[in-house]
């Protein structure tokens, strides 16, 4: 079976642009054979390129030059698109994030983001949270809760989320023992905790159990789903390295994934939809075929 016959043409251009990208030659008929194309097919995606080849007989190639220049320009884009977005999600760290990328080109009259970030109110506060996670350490604090009652709270940080524009920080509760999200800008006062009262295996424990999660809400049971897994996203369950149960001739997958909530699942799976099919949740799986049917594009 042709390994190839199956990409999407996004993913066959892409694949086509960093073949040329890194040094390759090849004529139309040889990539028509390895997509498992027509040579007119391959004909239309060399007309896509974001570069015009060279062509030396039957021989497609980058002259050397423009190679190095398309890469070098390719890493300085993605360079300054993080950075325009770093600075629109935090502001008041724009002078030292500009301070790291002088050598970077500008492309502020490009890219226009908008995604609406809460402000945070004290970066002192974030900068400690950043370097207790980093440590590993747990620290006391006071916490303005939903009813503007202000009360002590001694945590373990485990991370930082922004989830719908607000910020929050995912922590160990170490009086009631369970995992709290917090507004981080309802954090004050933070101090580090002398005697840390957790053991390095608890925290690896706590760390693993948020490590994939993609939703700030956190609850204390976890449940588990198992999903076969076909197509381009087989690349990223792998590199992410979920819990794979088995693979089969066709390199199709097993995963177990797990998580906290129904909702975390449901956006998770949704964004893998058409190469994901979930083999033991019947109750997951008429929640996410009603979200779809009921979606405009189905009318």
Known sequence: MNLYSHKKPHIRLEEITEFFIRGGRSTTKALALKYNVTTKTIQDDLKKLYFCLKKEKTVYYLPQDKMLELV???????????????????????EHSNALVKKAPKYDDIFLFDFNFEEIEDIKVISQIVSYINQGVSFECSYKNNKNEIKPHSLYPLKIANFEGYWYMLGYDLTVSIIKTFRLNNLRDIELIDEDPLFETQKVELRNRVKNTTTPWISENTKKVQLLVKGDCRRYFKRKKYNIISIDKDDNLVVELEYFNDTEAIKFILNYLQDITILNNDELSEKIKKMVLNSPIFG
């Not at 320009?73 to 770093?86: N, P, R, T």
């Open 72 to 94: 070098y320009e390719k890493e300085d884009m993605a360079l300054s698109m993080m950075v325009s977005i770093f600075n629109k999600a935090m502001p008041s760290f724009k």
